[in-house]
């Protein structure tokens, strides 16, 4: 079964920076929006940026002008450029793909935790 894998995760300090990357462990076809999702302990998960097929981008308040997406369609992969990164960023960051096809595929999560 294929499945999305993440990475990139890891310890930083505040003002710091990480990129995430994410990738399908085998053949997934026709996706159409990529994202990143966080869930802090004992909270929900949710949104922190979304890119469309055609390259438009969705971001969450909190990360505006600190964050960055972008995908590489001939790889399907989706990453996240994390810049400025402040204590209240950490959280376990999810990547997703959701095909044309209504396919969801989720990853196991990679830790980001800011700390000094």
């Known amino acids: 079964q294929v499945h999305v894998v993440e990475s990139g995760g890891g310890l930083v300090q505040p003002g710091g920076s990480l990129r995430l990357s994410c990738a399908p462990s085998?053949?997934?076809?026709?996706?159409?929006?990529m994202g990143w999702y966080r869930q802090a302990p004992g909270k929900q998960r949710d949104l922190v940026s979304t890119?469309?097929?055609?390259?438009?981008?969705n971001y969450a308040d909190s990360v505006k002008g600190r964050f960055t997406i972008f995908r590489d369609n001939a790889r399907n992969t989706v990453y996240l450029q994390m810049n400025s990164l402040k204590p209240e960023d950490t959280a376990i960051y999810y990547c997703?793909?959701?095909?044309?096809?209504?396919?969801?595929?989720w990853g196991q999560g990679t830790q980001v935790t800011v700390s000094s």
């Open positions: 085998g053949s997934i076809f026709s996706i159409n929006v």
């Open positions: 997703n793909m959701f095909t044309r096809g209504g396919n969801n595929y």
């Open positions: 890119i469309g097929i055609s390259g438009i981008k």
